[in-house]
């Protein structure tokens, strides 16, 4: 069972650095499924930040593009979040999430389909000065 | 950018009965979609992944449908744990593009 768990500053000034580490047992953070970062603002819903897969490639959400790095410590089996120039936009729980693949065969052709099938619990950033 | 819609907003529901939640893709993503459910205080749980096939441990009450750009999440029988709010999540290349609907709270 893959579990994962988020840590990092709870408090953030405005235009500093947020910065949080995702720890991951029951899994290798090289093995091939998508690393994700998702943030919930209070009271709103999900946004995706971005992942990372096979510890090279990263994609991102366009429109935090610019603010955001992705990254992987395979000897800790954990990955990272930076989101700079942060906001008081930037208050959220944010949540390191598997996103991870079931496989369908139909006619002998197989298809993978994709779901964050895991998560850790959150954790609290609050962007104030 | 493919934009997620979801509706309703908000359903209201009585337990034992179903519940139909509805998300649409701006875009052909063909089964390219996941469902969620989130109580409060929790983070969220998969309950499907390619819009039709359910995540381990996900009780038969839970049904998905859909392709393209349309999609449907159905509750049979409502439980009082079924009472939260559920997103749908698309993704599209490789390294993915991931994007979440908006959500529909379903309440008593």
């Known amino acids: 069972q893959v579990q994962m768990q988020e840590s990092g500053p709870g408090l953030v000034k405005p235009s500093g650095t947020l910065s949080l580490t995702c720890a991951v047992s029951g899994d290798s953070i090289s093995s091939s499924v998508f690393w994700s970062w998702v943030r919930q603002s209070p009271g709103k819903g999900l946004e995706w930040i971005g992942g990372?897969?096979?510890?090279?490639?990263?994609n991102y959400n366009p429109s935090l593009q610019g603010r955001v790095t992705i990254s992987v410590d395979k000897s800790n089996n954990q990955f990272s979040l930076k989101v700079t120039s942060v906001t008081v936009a930037d208050t959220a729980i944010y949540y390191c999430?598997?996103?991870?693949?079931?496989?369908?065969?139909?006619?002998?052709?197989?298809?993978?389909?994709?779901?964050?099938?895991?998560w850790g619990p959150g954790t609290t950033v609050t962007v104030s000065s | 950018e493919i934009v997620m819609t979801q509706s309703p907003a908000t359903l209201s529901v009585s337990p034992g009965e179903r519940a139909t939640l509805s998300c649409r893709a701006s875009?052909?993503?063909?089964?390219?979609l996941a469902w969620y459910q989130q109580r409060p205080g929790q983070a969220p749980r998969v309950l499907m992944f390619?819009?039709?096939i359910r995540a381990p441990g996900v009780p038969d009450r839970f049904s998905g449908s859909g392709s393209g750009t349309e999609f449907t999440l159905t509750i049979n029988s409502l439980q009082s744990e079924d009472f939260a709010i559920y997103y749908c999540?698309?993704?599209?290349?490789?390294?993915?593009?991931?994007?979440f609907g908006p959500g529909t709270k379903v309440e008593i």
């Open positions: 390619g819009a039709s």
């Open positions: 990372i897969y096979h510890s090279a490639s990263a």
């Open positions: 875009q052909n993503i063909n089964r390219n």
């Open positions: 999540q698309q993704y599209i290349n490789w390294p993915p593009l991931v994007t």
């Open positions: 999430a598997r996103l991870g693949s079931v496989l369908e065969e139909v006619d002998s052709t197989k298809f993978y389909y994709y779901g964050m099938n895991a």
